[in-house]
């Protein structure tokens, strides 16, 4: 009885190690599929960036009227898709995310990259014929990110895990250079205080000794001193007694 007991509980256990290998596996498979599409995703959200910053360059070239709202339309939409994409290729250096995180923190959100996106196609699809497909490439652009998200939870998770990840790592970023930059106030604080406190016993000693060196006189010609400018009269009687 004790043997079959025995091989039952052996074969369970067997089942369960092979159940957690099979999931494991599926994990690393759904995992990989997620990268997959998030490095072709980011491809595509860069170049749909890039699409916008030549929008920007050729409706500034193309104004032959030279409006000014041309130029200004024209300079915000390079300014905005370069950032665009520079957030889209993760730029590796903690000054860019922070720097991202302090003006431009929606990006760190899937919601606030789809309305920055139709912002950018609303800008662009007054800007004739080219604006006008570009921007139509736009708006699909965020409805294929809207499609992709739903429909694989994974890919979610990820860029979720990732904008969290980028928002801690700048905020210890930041947190470390107050954290230095206080230390450092601190300590400069403490030098000066110091110098200040040497500089004032230095000018201390040397009063003593241009004292000691003017005044020649000893303790039993201290009361015959001027007292609040008058000379003591060592036969006056004192008003007190």
């Known amino acids: 009885m004790s043997l079959g007991g025995e091989w039952k509980g052996n074969s369970i256990e067997e089942e369960n190690a092979a159940l ?95 309305i920055f996106y139709l912002f950018m196609a609303s800008l662009v699809m007054g800007m004739g014929l080219v604006g006008l497909v570009i921007g139509i490439a736009t708006v699909a652009n965020s409805i294929l990110n809207i499609a992709v998200i739903c429909k694989y939870p994974e890919y979610f998770e990820m860029i979720k895990k990732e904008s969290e990840e980028m928002v801690e790592g700048a905020l210890e970023a930041e947190i470390r250079d107050q954290v230095a930059a206080a230390a450092a106030g601190y300590a400069m604080k403490e030098v000066k205080r110091s110098a200040h406190a040497m500089m004032g016993m230095d000018e201390v000693h040397e009063m003593v000794e241009e004292g000691n060196e003017g005044n020649d006189f000893g303790a039993a010609d201290f009361d015959n001193q001027p007292i609040y400018g008058r000379k003591n009269d060592p036969n006056e009687k004192s008003s007190f007694l």
Not at 46 to 71: E, K, S
Not at 80 to 88: A, D, K, N, V
């Open 20 to 114: 957690r290998e099979e999931n494991e596996k599926l994990k690393a498979e759904k995992d990989a599929a997620a990268l997959s599409i998030h490095r072709v995703m980011r491809m595509i959200n860069i170049g749909n960036a890039v699409l916008l910053c030549f929008t920007g360059i050729w409706n500034i070239i193309t104004n032959v009227t030279l409006q000014p709202l041309v130029y200004i339309f024209g300079l915000y939409i390079i300014v905005f898709s370069c950032c665009l994409g520079c957030f889209e290729f993760r730029c590796p250096m903690d000054i860019c995310t922070r720097w991202f995180m302090k003006n431009m923190g929606f990006l760190f959100s899937w919601r606030g990259r789809l």
